[in-house]
């Protein structure tokens, strides 16, 4: 092996592990840290920033990476990691330590600011940490991807080669197929029996129906942990150090039990990456959108599927008896698939959940773009949700103020979220045809032929392939919202009776 790949690769695993204590006191400060701690946290958070940034800067990193360029007989492992080193340290030497310093202090800040503006529903105490936050985000872009609209270069991170060109399209194409499906479902005579998902639900036994179904699903539970956040989220430092939150209601537990298998399709997905290297670029996740395509693909594919009711409605009648005592599979397939416009967007079905996306995107382009007024906000986001969703949120609360991403600067994630479900179906359909007993295998609660698959083909996978070439590889298809499209039409118009 090159000594200069052993030693650039020596400089990789120092900056990963510094990220990973980084991830740490991200989940420590959405999780358990006391609410006095947010100002330290966030000089904390800035002063950790600025060290990986000088790592990342190293001139050695860049010094080594021009002698690797001379040399050659690199494995594909090796050579991505060269590659993934390259791009990300001409991304980070082209930034200012004092900006990277200010977004992670700021973010942290904006965090703390956004929780009490959204409990109090004052959007305008939010307003001048967003506008900063935009405003450092474009002097971010302008350094990082020069060539780029600044909109663009914020997806970039996310999804990379991926611009507003590619996922406008898409979207536009979603929005003149789903608001007539969303339509024809509020109108429809057939609604559903849902009411036995409401009642008095031990959160107590919550935990333990979600960390059972989680273990079955194949989350090791000695390499992570579940807790409980504002915003279920899959965090941690490492593959074996992978953390899931959720959160509970008493009334309510289904959207816990969703959280949970949610929360673990992504926390599976860095569990399964390949065991070589695991502090290297190469085994990290791909992109956001895949990351997104492995918790939807359990959440909505696997657990909202009959095959998945039927296997598990005598373990949740066992878990809550006076609830479930005279309910059916059928029933229960129904009721969790009930699709009914909401104000929020984490509660949404999956009919509805990419016009939350779309929103969120249309709006984003036009605060990168200056053609959204910040203060303005609210009254656009309602609007929008009229049209889409023939819904109007009553406060901010509920509407412009839901989602904790702008208050991390997370401009351009949105997308992810709905590029992941078209992966997801896409993937669900190439599992189907790898497996045609996969109906019986879900219902047996065999889920672990399941992890196992997706580990094969995507997980271990790592960063070796593009996003393309790896949907290609499994699918046979690039990206294609058709059988997305299909999949919705097909499961909902028989849900609710439509011709």
């Given amino acids: 092996m090159s000594t200069n790949y052993q030693k650039l690769t020596l400089k990789l695993e120092e900056i990963s592990r510094l990220s990973g204590i980084m991830g740490i006191l991200h989940w420590d400060q959405e999780v358990i840290m006391p609410s006095g701690a947010a100002e330290s946290r966030a000089?904390?958070?800035?002063?950790?920033?600025?060290?990986?940034?000088?790592?990342?800067?190293?001139?050695?990193?860049?010094?080594?990476?021009?002698?690797?360029?001379?040399?050659n007989s690199f494995n594909c492992f090796e050579e991505c990691n060269?590659?993934?080193?390259?791009?990300?340290?001409?991304?980070?030497?082209?930034?200012?330590?004092?900006?990277?310093?200010?977004?992670?202090?700021?973010?942290?800040?904006?965090h703390q600011i956004w929780v009490k503006a959204r409990s109090e529903n004052r959007f305008s105490d939010f307003v001048p940490v967003l506008t900063q936050l935009i405003e450092l985000k474009k002097r971010w872009a302008e350094y990082v991807f020069p060539k780029l609209k600044a909109y663009d270069a914020n997806?970039?991170?996310?999804?990379?080669?991926?611009?507003?060109?590619d996922i406008t399209p898409v979207f536009e194409t979603l929005k003149k197929e789903l608001i007539p499906l969303i339509r024809d479902i509020q109108v429809s005579d057939y609604n559903p029996e849902s009411s036995f998902l409401t009642g008095d639900f031990s959160v107590a036994k919550q935990e333990v129906l979600g960390r059972r179904i989680s273990e079955e699903m194949g989350f090791a539970f000695d390499c992570g942990r579940m807790d409980v956040s504002v915003h279920p989220f899959c965090g941690g430092s490492h593959p074996t150090d992978v953390r899931i939150?959720?959160?509970?209601?008493?009334?309510?537990?289904?959207?816990?039990?969703?959280?949970?298998?949610?929360?673990?399709?992504?926390?599976?997905y860095e569990q399964g990456r390949m065991k070589e290297g695991r502090d290297l670029p190469a085994s990290e996740a791909l992109t956001m959108g895949i990351h997104e395509s492995q918790s939807l693909f359990w959440e909505r594919m696997i657990a909202q599927s009959l095959a998945f009711c039927n296997g598990y409605l005598p373990l949740i009648k066992e878990t809550f008896p006076k609830n479930f005592r005279d309910i059916s599979a059928e029933q229960l397939y129904e009721a969790v698939n009930?699709?009914?416009?909401?104000?929020?967007?984490?509660?949404?079905?999956?009919?509805?959940?990419?016009?939350?996306?779309?929103?969120?995107?249309?709006i984003e382009k036009g605060l990168f773009d200056d053609s959204i007024e910040i203060n303005l906000l609210p009254?656009?986001?309602?609007?929008?949700?009229?049209?889409y969703l023939g819904v109007e949120p009553p406060t901010d609360t509920l509407g412009v103020l839901q989602d904790t991403h702008w208050s991390g600067a997370a401009f351009g994630y949105f997308p992810s979220y709905t590029l992941g479900a078209i992966y997801a179906s896409q993937f669900y359909q190439t599992l189907?045809?790898?497996?045609?007993?996969?109906?019986?295998?879900?219902?047996?609660?065999?889920?672990?032929?399941?992890?196992?698959?997706?580990?094969?083909?995507?997980?271990?996978?790592?960063?070796?392939?593009?996003?393309?070439?790896?949907?290609?590889?499994?699918t046979g298809?690039?990206?294609?919202?058709?059988?997305?499209?299909?999949?919705?039409?097909?499961?909902?118009?028989?849900?609710?009776?439509l011709n």
């Fill in 43 to 71: 000089k904390q958070l800035g002063v950790l920033a600025g060290i990986i940034h000088e790592k990342s800067t190293d001139p050695e990193i860049g010094s080594l990476l021009e002698k690797l360029s001379q040399e």
């Fill in 82 to 110: 060269i590659n993934e080193a390259r791009r990300q340290y001409e991304l980070e030497t082209k930034l200012p330590k004092n900006l990277v310093m200010k977004l992670a202090e700021l973010s942290s800040k904006g």
């Fill in 155 to 165: 997806i970039d991170i996310y999804e990379r080669g991926t611009t507003m060109s």
């Fill in 245 to 268: 939150t959720t959160r509970y209601r008493n009334d309510n537990f289904i959207e816990s039990l969703y959280a949970v298998i949610h929360e673990t399709g992504h926390g599976l």
């Fill in 338 to 362: 009930t699709s009914e416009p909401s104000y929020i967007r984490v509660e949404a079905d999956e009919v509805t959940y990419p016009m939350h996306v779309v929103l969120r995107y249309e």
């Fill in 379 to 387: 009254e656009l986001w309602n609007s929008k949700m009229k049209e």
């Fill in 432 to 474: 189907l045809q790898d497996k045609p007993q996969l109906e019986k295998i879900i219902a047996s609660g065999n889920l672990e032929i399941i992890r196992e698959w997706l580990n094969q083909k995507i997980h271990q996978k790592g960063r070796l392939l593009s996003v393309p070439d790896l949907v290609k590889e499994v």
């Fill in 477 to 497: 298809d690039n990206l294609n919202p058709t059988i997305f499209l299909s999949y919705l039409k097909n499961k909902y118009r028989k849900i609710y009776r």
